[in-house]
């Protein structure tokens, strides 16, 4: 039985970040980390990247978090390809750690 619906293919991999601001209500960080999601959507291998702000729980299964990346790469050689890119671990060094507090990383492949 296939895990996906027909629009993403076996083999791609679902790449979710889970971000906690230092300080939840600058707005000038969640601009500069969504002005980095928006250019990695041409990135070789990258299917798309959606961003947003966190979606309060109210139930204790549900962990809280501020702000949310999910980027869709065609491949998990695709995803280690851009783990490894000198302009992502820039853009990890000067834009996310300066305003994260916590991140989380999940990422699984479609089988």
């Known amino acids: 039985m296939?895990?996906?619906d027909s629009a993403v293919p076996s083999g791609a991999v679902y790449h979710f970040v889970a971000i906690w601001l230092k300080?939840?209500?600058d707005e000038s960080a969640r601009a500069a980390i969504a002005e980095k999601c928006v250019?990695?959507?041409?990135y070789p291998g990258v299917r798309s990247?959606?961003?947003g702000q966190g979606l309060p729980g109210g139930r204790s299964i549900v962990q809280d978090y501020d702000m949310g990346i999910l980027m869709v790469f065609k491949s998990e050689a695709a995803l280690r390809k851009y783990e490894q890119d000198p302009a992502h671990k820039e853009a990890v060094k000067t834009v996310l750690a300066?305003?994260?507090a916590k991140v989380?990383?999940?990422d699984f492949k479609v089988e």
Request: a neutral charge.
């Open 104 to 106: 989380q990383v999940y």
């Open 49 to 51: 990247v959606t961003f």
């Open 23 to 25: 300080n939840p209500e």
């Open 98 to 100: 300066p305003v994260a």
């Open 39 to 42: 250019l990695w959507r041409s």
């Open 2 to 4: 296939p895990s996906s």
